[in-house]
């Protein structure tokens, strides 16, 4: 079985799981819950969502993630392959050395990161 397939990943002590018609399950099992917001095609594709993410992409995720960055220090992204709720659950959860940024950024500021990454003008 593939991982697009099934995929079961732990995320800050809740179960995701991926498979390739979407993703189900809950981002936390803790009393900051949220639900999975929905991204839209339009906020997607939305100018000032993706400017908005294009500058805590540049005030802090690249560093770890950026061309500039030492080499290994994190995984080079690959945004074509990812879902926009994929990318909302590790920007909120973080998983592996990647830290949580739920506490750092307010949820509509971690959907423009989404929506930077996502974008045509992402660059990392």
């Not at 819950?33 to 095609?41: C, R």
Request: aromatic share 10%; hydrophobic share 40%.
């Amino acid at each position: 079985m593939t991982p697009t397939q099934f995929c079961a990943a732990a995320v800050c002590g809740s179960i995701i799981v991926i498979t390739s018609s979407g993703i189900g399950g809950a981002l936390a099992q803790n009393a900051e819950d949220e639900t999975l917001p929905e991204f839209t095609e339009e906020f997607l594709a939305d100018a000032q969502n993706i400017t908005a993410g294009a500058e805590i992409w540049q005030a802090q995720c690249r560093h770890c993630h950026g061309n500039s960055a030492y080499p290994g220090k994190a995984p080079k992204l690959k945004p074509r392959r990812y879902k926009p709720e994929f990318v909302y659950i590790r920007v909120t959860n973080g998983f592996g050395k990647m830290p949580a940024w739920k506490a750092v950024y307010n949820r509509d500021q971690r959907m423009d990161v989404v929506a930077y990454i996502l974008s045509s003008e992402f660059s990392p």
